[in-house]
């Protein structure tokens, strides 16, 4: 089963400079990366930038579209407003489908703030209690979703190319 995992830091670098400990827990064989990435958001920036970084080693599970989505939905479709209203509801039943549902956004989109920055890992087989301890001792607060297989397979086919 794969985890959607977001991790914020009260820092807007926090998540760059996670990246380091994430992969020593993956060369450890304490968590196995699917796909990742981080979102930023400079104070006094009026929002936030992202970067996708795939599994760490290489192309990631889901990519850019699913990415641009998630982070589309939560950061940026909120200033567009009722502009694409109907559309935005369709594609976010789709990601609520898959395990990511309003109350998720609404938590990354409330705890993700000028100066700030998050680190979104989807992964598997993780060690939970030694990488959570791990996190903890960088100061980061998480959010976390847990996927089913049927929604990691209907991410994967809606998202991949």
Known sequence: ???LTVWKFDTSDGARNALDLLQKLQDQQLITIRDTAY???EEGAKRP???ELGKLTGAGTLGGAFWG???GLIFFIPVLG???GAGIGALSGSLS???IDDNFVQDVRESVTPGTSALFVMSEN???DRVADQFKQTGASLITTNLSADQEKLLK???TS
């Open 126 to 128: 993780a060690v939970v």
């Open 97 to 99: 489908r898959a395990g």
């Open 39 to 41: 979102v930023y958001w």
């Open 1 to 3: 089963m794969a985890t």
């Open 157 to 159: 086919e809606t998202f």
């Open 49 to 51: 930038k992202t970067k």
């Open 82 to 84: 009722a502009v694409i």
């Open 69 to 71: 989505l998630l982070f």
